[in-house]
């Protein structure tokens, strides 16, 4: 698929939508992709996951995990596609991400992470971290849109089927926020701006007067 493809499936889908949002990490957008509306038709999900396994060559992987709930139907098109099992990751009581349901890995299993949209990487790297910990070898990210710009880094290779430059910004400088237009929080994340440092911009806005 070519980028414009890419977009254009996105844009029939309804998974674009222009506004003024919430991310779920915490920056405010003009703009929304909402994956699911584009993944709510297997048809569609199998293309795309088909289309990034392409991408990726085809590498030799064992398990694919996402992080909830984004990540999940992406990452089982893609196990499918990759002849790997489908796992996910998703919040505990301390809201961090991790397997849960007695899902494991043996040592050293080749691991793909897979998520929907990466903006500021967040739930991507704790998906990571969270195979890490289960004993896993992680040996990429495969995202159907990165939302950087390509500016997200893993230390590990990031491969996304669409890569885009979409303004954000933090809410204290918000020119969305500044013109009292509403916000809608269309992410699935409960809780927002938690401890850390501030999320990075993909686009630098001047703060208000
Ligand atoms: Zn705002």
């Not at 957008?29 to 996951?49: D, G």
């Not at 303004?167 to 927002?192: H, M, N, Q």
């Amino acid at each position: 698929m070519t980028p414009q493809e890419v977009r254009d499936l996105l844009e029939a889908t309804g998974a674009v939508r222009r506004g003024h949002f919430q991310l779920s990490s915490g920056l405010h957008s003009p703009t929304y992709v909402q994956c699911a509306l584009l993944l709510q038709h297997p048809a569609h999900a199998a293309r795309v996951a088909e289309a990034l396994a392409r991408r990726l060559g085809e590498p030799a992987v064992d398990v694919v995990a996402a992080p909830a709930l984004g990540g999940i139907v992406l990452g089982y098109e893609l196990a499918r596609q990759l002849d790997a099992r489908a796992i996910f990751a998703e919040r505990n009581s301390e809201g961090r991400l991790s397997l849960r349901r007695g899902f494991a890995l043996r040592p050293d299993e080749r691991v793909l992470v897979a998520e929907d949209v990466v903006t500021t990487g967040g739930s991507t790297r704790e998906t990571i971290e969270a195979a890490r910990q289960a004993g896993g070898q992680v040996v990429g990210v495969a995202a159907l849109i990165d939302r950087s710009g390509g500016s997200v880094q893993f230390g590990v290779r990031l491969e996304a089927l669409l890569t885009e430059n979409i303004e954000t910004y933090p809410p204290d400088a918000c020119p969305l926020c500044r013109d009292r237009l509403p916000l809608e929080k269309p992410g699935s994340r409960p809780a927002l701006s938690t401890a850390g440092p501030a999320p990075p911009t993909t686009k630098p806005a001047p703060r208000s007067a």
